[in-house]
């Protein structure tokens, strides 16, 4: 057993958790984009490294050592996967929501499995018709003598072919509302999402809720707080996805440089043409830019900073469009054979694009930050 580590899960520090994704994750991230699904052993073996539960600290019941922790895990494994990635991010959004809303009742019934990677959570959001806008939002749940019936139609939900426990948003007579539901429900039915651009093999649902009958216990937090909590939860999946791109910017480096390093064009080895080396100039330092990013939104979350959810969004749009342009940049370098399955920086190119979009597109953050900068005068954010 390996001695308590710095930073890391558990007992397991980051050079081991890139070990791991080394030889147990990206072998295999193909043959998910492929299949359009992850083997369950995969799953298993996350859970017997604790990862799963690495959103919450030990202290909180998690196998976690803080948000710096998350990111390096989230960073690493999206350097793997993307799609493995995709379905850690929404369980660690559900876990959150349990922990830091939920009753005790359902903390009973879900906390340690969820922790322990016994059962998988997704998040139920975006619908038909009113995408990710809460005004506009359709689902509905109305209070019965025995708890909450849902009814309604969410889309887009990551992980919803396999998840056991989904935290659906439904606007109640007070207002939106949060509610984490069995999936084994009888009320609850899941429809495939076959052939997305990217993220394939993240097991992609829509989800039809149809009288579907739950307790009083599965009402998250209180009834109409539903946009704070969705405000809290997004956050954290953002953050997630910020640290992802890291690991995309990181995998989309590594590709380019080994390319670069063993085919000749012209005469010469590719990392001596002037056009090459800014490419990877260029992806090189918006890694480590991204990087340091997604840090300072990690450190001003373990502080309790309230400058972190702007921070969030800064690293997660930075981040986003930069994987796009270094996945975009990989193909070129790799000419012919980057649009092709020998190297993985077309698929690298797909799972960056959905990283533009998922968990606030790339114009929602702008309009974000442009708010923020201008409410605040450009304020500066502390780094610690």
Same mark, same amino acid.
């Given at each position: 057993?390996?001695?308590?580590?710095?930073?890391?899960?558990?007992?397991?520090?980051?050079?081991?958790? /890139? /070990?791991?994704?080394?030889?147990?994750?990206?072998?295999?991230? @193909?043959?998910?984009?492929?299949?359009?699904?992850?083997?369950?052993?995969?799953? @298993?073996?996350?859970?017997?490294?604790?990862?799963?539960?690495?959103?919450?600290?030990?202290?909180?019941?998690?196998?976690?050592?803080?948000?710096?922790?998350?990111?390096?895990?989230?960073?690493?494994?999206?350097?793997?996967?993307?799609?493995?990635?995709?379905? &850690?991010?929404?369980?660690?959004?559900?876990?959150?929501?349990?922990?830091?809303?939920?009753?005790?009742?359902?903390?009973?019934?879900?906390?340690?499995?969820?922790?322990?990677?016994?059962?998988?959570?997704?998040?139920?959001?975006?619908?038909?018709?009113?995408?990710?806008?809460?005004?506009?939002?359709?689902?509905?749940?109305?209070?019965?003598?025995?708890?909450?019936?849902?009814?309604?139609?969410?889309?887009?939900?990551?992980?919803?072919?396999?998840?056991?426990?989904?935290?659906?948003?439904?606007?109640?007579?007070?207002? $939106?509302?949060?509610? &984490?539901?069995?999936?084994?429900?009888?009320?609850?039915?899941?429809? $495939?999402?076959?052939?997305?651009?990217?993220?394939?093999?993240?097991?992609? /649902?829509?989800?039809?809720?149809?009288?579907?009958?739950?307790?009083?216990?599965? &009402?998250?937090?209180?009834?109409?707080?539903?946009?704070?909590? @969705?405000?809290?939860?997004?956050?954290?999946?953002?953050?997630?996805?910020?640290?992802?791109?890291?690991?995309?910017?990181?995998?989309?480096?590594?590709?380019?440089?080994?390319?670069?390093?063993?085919?000749?064009?012209?005469?010469?080895?590719?990392?001596?043409?002037?056009?090459?080396?800014?490419?990877?100039?260029?992806?090189?330092?918006?890694?480590?830019?991204?990087?340091?990013?997604?840090?300072?939104?990690?450190?001003?979350?373990?502080?309790?900073?309230?400058?972190?959810?702007? @921070?969030?969004?800064?690293?997660?749009?930075?981040?986003?469009?930069?994987?796009? /342009?270094?996945?975009?940049?990989?193909?070129?370098?790799?000419?012919?054979?980057?649009?092709?399955?020998?190297?993985?920086?077309?698929?690298?190119?797909?799972?960056?694009?959905?990283?533009?979009?998922?968990?606030?597109?790339?114009?929602?953050?702008?309009?974000?930050?442009?708010?923020?900068?201008?409410?605040?005068?450009?304020?500066?954010?502390?780094?610690?």
């Amino acid at each position: 057993m390996p001695v308590q580590a710095e930073s890391g899960v558990g007992a397991w520090s980051r050079a081991e958790i /890139a /070990a791991f994704v080394d030889k147990v994750v990206a072998p295999r991230a @193909a043959e998910f984009d492929q299949t359009a699904r992850i083997d369950p052993s995969i799953i @298993a073996e996350f859970a017997g490294r604790g990862l799963w539960g690495a959103v919450l600290s030990e202290a909180d019941g998690g196998t976690g050592a803080g948000m710096t922790t998350l990111a390096e895990v989230h960073e690493e494994v999206g350097r793997g996967c993307s799609s493995m990635r995709s379905l &850690l991010t929404v369980h660690s959004m559900a876990l959150y929501a349990l922990d830091r809303w939920g009753t005790e009742t359902a903390k009973q019934r879900w906390k340690a499995d969820l922790v322990a990677g016994n059962a998988l959570g997704a998040f139920c959001l975006t619908e038909p018709e009113a995408g990710s806008d809460f005004a506009a939002l359709q689902a509905s749940a109305r209070r019965t003598d025995d708890g909450w019936v849902l009814d309604g139609h969410k889309l887009w939900v990551t992980g919803g072919q396999l998840a056991d426990v989904l935290l659906v948003f439904a606007r109640t007579a007070v207002g $939106p509302a949060a509610f &984490l539901v069995e999936a084994a429900n009888p009320g609850i039915s899941r429809i $495939p999402v076959r052939d997305i651009t990217g993220t394939r093999g993240s097991q992609v /649902a829509e989800i039809v809720f149809d009288n579907c009958e739950v307790g009083a216990d599965a &009402l998250i937090g209180p009834e109409g707080m539903g946009l704070a909590i @969705a405000t809290g939860v997004l956050d954290i999946g953002r953050f997630s996805v910020a640290a992802g791109c890291v690991g995309i910017l990181q995998a989309c480096l590594n590709a380019c440089v080994s390319y670069a390093n063993s085919r000749h064009q012209g005469g010469a080895l590719l990392r001596e043409h002037q056009l090459v080396q800014q490419m990877i100039a260029t992806i090189a330092t918006n890694t480590r830019a991204a990087r340091l990013l997604v840090w300072q939104a990690a450190r001003l979350k373990d502080t309790g900073s309230p400058d972190t959810i702007m @921070a969030t969004c800064i690293a997660k749009q930075f981040a986003a469009t930069a994987a796009a /342009a270094a996945a975009n940049d990989a193909v070129q370098l790799h000419g012919a054979r980057g649009c092709t399955d020998e190297y993985p920086v077309g698929r690298y190119l797909r799972d960056a694009k959905v990283m533009e979009i998922i968990e606030g597109s790339t114009q929602l953050q702008h309009i974000l930050i442009a708010a923020d900068a201008c409410r605040n005068q450009a304020r500066v954010i502390p780094i610690d």
